[in-house]
């Protein structure tokens, strides 16, 4: 690398630096500013139980890795909790069981939630890392600048970043895996077989969508990988495959290890493990197969249990109807409302780049990448559990990786040669940075300009609402002298945590007068809050309910005539009744 390469290399690298450093204090701010979301508590729990018993049984629909994290900062400041529960309970019982509020009543709040979220931050910072050092592999010093800043300013990335729940840690293990599977792709050897065993290991540790990302993502990348390089090539398919299958053993073995060493290299039944033992109690599931041993087993309890859920479905919402097995269209049409416009463009003129100028210019690993976002939003779309983009983020650093490089291979053509190519990818950069600055620190909520004035009309829960609004509440109520609302909130906690005035619990279906706040998921979908009065606090929960034909926003129908005052927190309307 020449002198000059260097200093252009040292330039951007330093550029990105710096949009991380942004990133990172609009992360830190912006989740100062979230009251605690419907899943935090649940992850708590998860976490504090492996790091207290060594155990993931009270409901191991997640695996404990990135649970760990969620807990640490709880632990190490001496929180800890009593994990003996009842025999006798029902299937959703354990899931209540796992809402213990107890750490956020030791303290202030938002020092609380801070240390509750704090420590997946790291995993945000691996995985922009892992954006930048990717496409600066792959193409240039200038495009891992672009595809980092167009990832580290992406709403849904800054929101899910800065809370206590899972699913930035997996985003950020499996660029690793895949990364890792990639290398060992081209260069199988027992070097390249422990690494992508390891990562692999640590991904099936983190989240079980693993099992519905990477099966599909393999396959075409062997089929890719085949047809681009072995037979261009002209390699012997038999010695080919002969590796493969050898240093596929290898990779299984250290993933299998990983597995079983993390939890204590356990062996049991499936049958003992307590909630799949409700499960078949209760004539859900058969008991084939739950008697006979394996190892660990709260590992496979977990893939049970999750394999359950999807079986019986879970309460999804989009375009104005309700269903307990979702929608086909509920993923892509998610990415499409909020997905920020400049990073659409970015995407389809980096797509067209990627494949302008004939196969002799194509790159397996390169196409590989770009197809990625659309794998993984295929092998989603007959999932049973529609509650939120958040499970797919890792279309997001795939697909910056690849339009960065693409993009700027678009403009190296003879066609754009005049134009210069940095402008416009500069240009699409600070637009998104805009709207990241504009829209903060809602980020949760943001919706791009598809969805319109009332993005609840196609998509709520964690898209919209995930009862991230009591502390704009409580400004919104100090800031307008409100001494007493009528309060609907979808969420859990307490309201003393968050200083709100006097709260009367806003009843579906009875109007009243005064100031109202109503979360958006009780206003348009089939959840609604609770709000049980305990001398000094409400304690907030939420719940599912059913209507014969499941109809949406009928039981606070009667605000539909009165003009919105306010949506705050980006999730909590607000009303003045006369």
């Not at 508590?41 to 695996?63: R, T």
């Not at 073995?253 to 993390?262: D, N, R």
């Not at 084939?288 to 709260?298: C, D, F, H, R, S």
């Not at 995930?466 to 704009?472: E, K, N, S």
Request: charged residues 15%; contains cysteine.
């Amino acid at each position: 690398m020449d002198d000059q390469s260097k200093s252009t290399t040292y330039r951007f690298l330093l550029g990105s630096f710096l949009l991380v450093v942004v990133a990172v204090v609009l992360i830190l701010l912006s989740s100062k500013n979230q009251s605690l979301t419907v899943d935090e508590p649940h992850h708590l729990y998860g976490g504090l139980e492996w790091l207290q018993e060594g155990s993931n049984s009270v409901w191991p629909e997640n695996p404990p890795f990135a649970r760990i994290f969620v807990a640490l900062g709880p632990y190490l400041h001496g929180h800890t909790l009593d994990f003996n529960l009842p025999d006798n309970l029902q299937i959703y019982d354990y899931f209540s069981a796992s809402y213990d509020l107890s750490y956020f009543d030791k303290g202030e709040i938002a020092n609380q939630l801070f240390w509750l979220r704090i420590l997946i931050l790291p995993f945000f910072l691996l995985s922009a890392c892992m954006v930048w050092f990717w496409t600066r592999k792959i193409g240039s010093p200038v495009a891992a600048f672009f595809a980092m800043g167009m990832y580290v300013t992406l709403p849904p990335i800054l929101a899910h970043s800065g809370l206590g729940t899972t699913d930035i840690a997996f985003v950020a293990v499996f660029m690793l895996m895949l990364f890792a599977f990639m290398h060992w792709l081209k260069k199988p050897s027992w070097k390249s077989s422990i690494y992508f065993g390891g990562t692999t290991g640590v991904c099936l540790l983190t989240k079980y969508s693993v099992f519905a990302f990477f099966p599909p993502i393999a396959i075409s990348a062997l089929f890719l990988f085949f047809f681009f390089d072995v037979r261009a090539n002209q390699r012997s398919i038999l010695s080919w495959l002969r590796s493969m299958i050898g240093h596929s053993l290898i990779v299984a073995i250290v993933a299998f290890l990983c597995v079983w060493s993390f939890y204590g290299f356990s062996i049991g039944t499936l049958g003992e493990q307590q909630i799949i033992r409700t499960i078949i109690e209760q004539g859900e599931i058969s008991d084939k197969l739950t008697n006979i041993k394996v190892p660990a087993p709260e590992w496979v309890a977990g893939i049970r249990l999750l394999y359950y859920h999807n079986g019986v479905g879970h309460l999804s919402y989009a375009l104005g109807e309700v269903s307990p097995k979702g929608f086909w269209y509920y993923y892509p049409m998610s990415v499409l409302l909020k997905t920020p416009w400049p990073f659409l463009i970015f995407f389809i003129l980096g797509f067209i780049g990627i494949f302008r100028g004939g196969r002799s210019h194509w790159n397996w690993e390169l196409i590989l990448i770009m197809l990625t976002p659309f794998v993984v939003l295929i092998s989603v779309m007959t999932s049973n559990i529609n509650i939120g983009l958040r499970h797919i983020l890792i279309i997001y650093p795939m697909a910056a990786i690849g339009a960065a490089v693409g993009i700027n291979r678009l403009f190296q053509q003879s066609t754009f040669r005049s134009f210069n190519r940095y402008a416009f990818s500069s240009a699409l950069l600070v637009w998104q940075m805009v709207i990241a600055v504009v829209n903060f620190p809602h980020y949760i909520s943001y919706f791009n300009g598809f969805a319109g004035e009332e993005p609840g009309i196609f998509l709520i829960d964690s898209n919209l609402d995930w009862g991230q609004g009591l502390l704009a509440l409580a400004t919104f109520s100090e800031e307008n002298d409100i001494d007493e609302i009528n309060l609907h909130y979808f969420g859990v906690g307490r309201s003393c945590w968050y200083s709100l005035p006097k709260i009367n619990s806003l009843t579906p279906n009875i109007p009243v007068k005064g100031w109202v706040a109503i979360s958006e998921m009780a206003y348009w979908g089939p959840w609604v809050g609770t709000a049980k009065n305990d001398e000094e606090c409400f304690i907030f929960n939420f719940k599912p309910t059913f209507e014969n034909d499941r109809l949406v926003n009928s039981r606070f129908k009667w605000l539909e005539k009165y003009p919105l005052k306010a949506k705050i927190g980006g999730s909590i309307r607000i009303y003045y009744i006369e």
